[in-house]
């Protein structure tokens, strides 16, 4: 069955960088786009990056310029760069798969627009 499985949060400095992974399993990987999404406490979820097949990547105003997404189709892996990271990056980072085969990301991406998605990794960013 289809899987995606985050890793790579934790407690960073500001200032700091932290790689995200997620791992798919399940389906043809290089098919799908894949987005990233975070919830921070009391907050809605939103959408930070998004890479597909076709397309340019998304980011988010927030993050653009800090932080980059990549795949390896090989590996079924998408990865999120994350730099210079400040105390309102604290969340939890989900990835999720964009419903539909050669979906492209929407700009913003919209969580209605995924059909999987992970169970998150926390990044907290702290002094």
């Known amino acids: 069955q289809v899987q995606l499985v985050e890793s790579g949060g934790g407690l960073v400095q500001p200032g700091g960088s932290l790689r995200l992974s997620c791992a798919a399993s399940?389906?043809?990987?290089?098919?799908?786009?894949i987005g990233w999404f975070r919830q921070a406490p009391g907050k809605e979820r939103e959408g930070v990056s998004c890479s597909s097949r076709f397309g340019s990547p998304y980011y988010a105003e927030s993050v653009k310029g800090r932080f980059t997404i990549s795949r390896d189709n090989a590996k079924k892996t998408v990865y999120l760069q994350m730099n210079t990271l400040q105390p309102e990056d604290t969340a939890v980072y989900y990835c999720?798969?964009?419903?539909?085969?050669?979906?492209?990301?929407?700009?913003?991406?919209?969580?209605?627009?995924?059909?999987?998605w992970g169970k998150g990794t926390l990044v907290t960013v702290s002094s």
């Open positions: 999720a798969r964009i419903r539909g085969v050669w979906g492209t990301c929407r700009k913003p991406i919209s969580q209605y627009d995924m059909d999987y």
């Open positions: 399940g389906f043809s990987f290089d098919r799908y786009g």
